[in-house]
């Protein structure tokens, strides 16, 4: 009875967005068709409308959408409440907005830029030509072909690493084997990049020299990321740390980027000194690529883009497919991140512990965002229905800020470079991350959001560290009845900011998080790289909410994890506010660390 009547509840705060969706006057179709610029018919549509010539929706015919800039939806391109203005497919799935195009002009490299290529992959090597789009030579750290994420060359297969010996804090070196640094590495201009496994985290490192001494490759990075990496204190890297269970381990690490890893076939790597690709065919025989490989060219597809005053609203995507598309900031400052996928932009240990809203607190952070593919901000009543999501660099789909009443259901996310769906804010910028954010205007939080219905599988493919949906401060928000499977970290996150219970009335009544509920998933394979996880993971007070009727199973074994701590439910920093009662799990498997008063556990 207790799960049919949540399961009442959530079809009661869905149903209304269903009817706004299906719902008003007739329109007047607008249909676009493979190679038109869908931004000047988006212009004209806006101003029909402006001048009153009616309602209108964009239909796509079957066909490939090419966009090297986003699509830019504003205030003057919403509907009414009873006329959405509607962007559709004309038959679900054929319709696709992407961002990447095939490469062209594969050859033969030259004897010179063979050098420091294994000689057993020579006769398979093919290169090409980054393509120029808007004047610029294309960057990029992903490829597909088949559909499949082609993987960098790399020291080892990509999902296996190596234990470092050491993490030396004050030369900001780290130190690996010698064995691992070969005479071309040693030697070459292009040094590539480091993978650090790094707890709940990973860390992109941009490689600027390297040093033997003693028994040790001691290197060194780039600033920023030099300076992140070995000033922030959570996460670092551990060097023989002893577990519960008398292991003794070590973080890890992988090296990429060096024409020396090119030993594999299906491998690739651009070069950075002038962009030049290159590819180890599979073909034994050292054949051309066969079938396309797709080089994405744009880290957006689209942007909605409204303010607290004027709302972009009544909008709905329906049928479209979006994906291809890039994510290079590594490139530019590498990547260090606090937790699920959040940049550091400045972190460091306080020589004197204490903040006045914690007086044990001994770190500050202050962080960034992940790039998305489609972004909305001050928005109200924008659907997804029935869209896939596929090969993108970073993360899907982001709510940013002001965003209400808004759903996402029926949709299919698959190898996504972070997270699928990112919802609300996460104190980025110069709000340190561990003060409480009690915003003046709660009408700039995201509220009355709804995920429901989804298939999302193989997240975090670029950074592991990126769980498949994460809700921050927010409220009124459900995740329900979505199938979550293959994440390398959690599967699905609600809550930031490690806030406890407020004491005083003024900051109840600014509380950001209340009546979040994250009811009938089923989440699946998940802390596959990575733990101090859970397939469900909560952070901070959160009244009225609840965990309920989920199935949680096939928990990763993170085979390089240097702690035990993986659950099925992980009630985290100052979790609070919640009924937990009615989940299927193969074992009571709960993580409390520092929990509030105000949590039930039914299980």
Not at 181 to 205: F, T, Y
Not at 251 to 258: D, I, M, V
Request: charged share 20%; with cysteine; net charge negative.
């Amino acid at each position: 009875m207790k799960l049919l009547a949540k399961l009442a509840t959530c079809l009661l705060f869905v149903w209304p967005i269903l009817a706004f969706a299906a719902d008003g006057p007739s329109k007047t179709e607008i249909r676009v068709e493979p190679g038109q610029d869908l931004s000047a018919v988006l212009r004209e549509v806006r101003e029909a409308r402006r001048l009153h010539r009616g309602n209108f929706s964009i239909t796509l015919a079957d066909g490939d959408y090419l966009l090297t800039e986003p699509l830019w939806l504003r205030p003057e391109d919403s509907g009414t409440r009873n006329c959405s203005f509607s962007i559709r497919a004309e038959h679900a799935g054929k319709a696709t907005l992407r961002g990447g195009v095939p490469l062209q002009g594969w050859r033969r490299p030259t004897s010179a830029e063979l050098q420091g290529v294994p000689a057993k992959v020579r006769p398979q090597i093919w290169v090409c030509e980054a393509p120029r789009v808007q004047g610029r030579r294309v960057e990029t750290r992903q490829l597909w072909q088949g559909g499949q994420r082609l993987p960098q060359a790399s020291l080892v297969p990509q999902d296996s690493l190596l234990p470092m010996l050491s993490f030396d804090r004050s030369r900001r070196e780290i130190g690996i084997p010698q064995e691992y640094i070969n005479q071309e590495l040693l030697h070459s201009d292009d040094l590539g990049w480091m993978l650090v496994h790094q707890r709940w985290a990973i860390a992109l490192l941009r490689i600027k020299g390297i040093r033997m001494d003693k028994d040790e490759a001691r290197i060194s990075f780039h600033d920023p990321e030099s300076r992140r990496e070995f000033e922030h204190p959570w996460p670092q890297p551990v060097i023989n740390d002893t577990l519960e269970d008398g292991r003794v381990v070590s973080s890890s690490f992988n090296l990429y980027g060096h024409v020396s890893y090119l030993d594999q076939p299906g491998e690739w790597l651009q070069r950075p000194s002038d962009g030049l690709i290159y590819y180890v065919s599979p073909d034994l025989g050292g054949a051309c690529p066969s079938e396309p490989i797709i080089v994405p060219v744009t880290e957006q597809l689209v942007k909605v883009e409204g303010s607290l005053e004027r709302p972009v609203h009544d909008v709905y995507f329906s049928g479209i497919r979006f994906e291809y598309t890039s994510w290079t900031t590594p490139n530019r400052e590498g990547w260090v991140t606090l937790q699920a996928g959040f940049p550091i932009f400045d972190a460091y240990k306080l020589q004197e512990p204490g903040l006045p809203h914690k007086a044990s607190l001994e770190n500050q952070a202050w962080i960034g965002r992940p790039q998305s593919a489609i972004t909305l901000q001050g928005v109200e009543l924008v659907v997804f229905d029935d869209c896939d999501f596929a090969h993108l660099g970073a993360c899907a789909v982001d709510y940013v800020e002001t965003a209400s009443n808004c759903h996402i259901f029926n949709c299919r996310f698959s190898d996504i470079g972070a997270t699928a769906i990112l919802v609300g804010d996460f104190s980025t910028g110069g709000h340190e991350t561990h003060a409480p954010f009690l915003p003046a205007d709660r009408r700039r939080l995201c509220h009355d959001i709804f995920i429901t219905s989804n298939e999302i599988q193989h997240v975090g493919m670029e950074d592991w560290g990126a769980p498949a949906i994460n809700a921050g401060f927010v409220y009124n928000t459900i995740i329900a009845f979505n199938e979550v499977t293959h994440c390398k970290w959690s599967g699905i996150c609600m809550g930031w900011g490690w806030m406890p219970a407020p004491k005083d009335w003024a900051s109840r009544r600014r509380w950001p998080m209340k009546n979040n509920h994250i009811n009938c998933n089923h989440v699946s394979h998940f802390g596959l790289q990575l733990h101090d996880c859970g397939a469900i993971y909560t952070l901070s007070y959160q009244p009225k909410s609840s965990i309920f009727g989920n199935r949680l199973d096939n928990m990763g074994r993170a085979s390089y994890a240097t702690n035990n701590r993986a659950f099925y439910i992980y009630l985290d920093e100052a979790t609070d506010g919640f009924t937990i009662q009615g989940n299927e799990m193969p074992e009571r498997k709960i993580g409390e660390n520092q929990i509030g008063k105000h949590v039930v556990i039914k299980e």
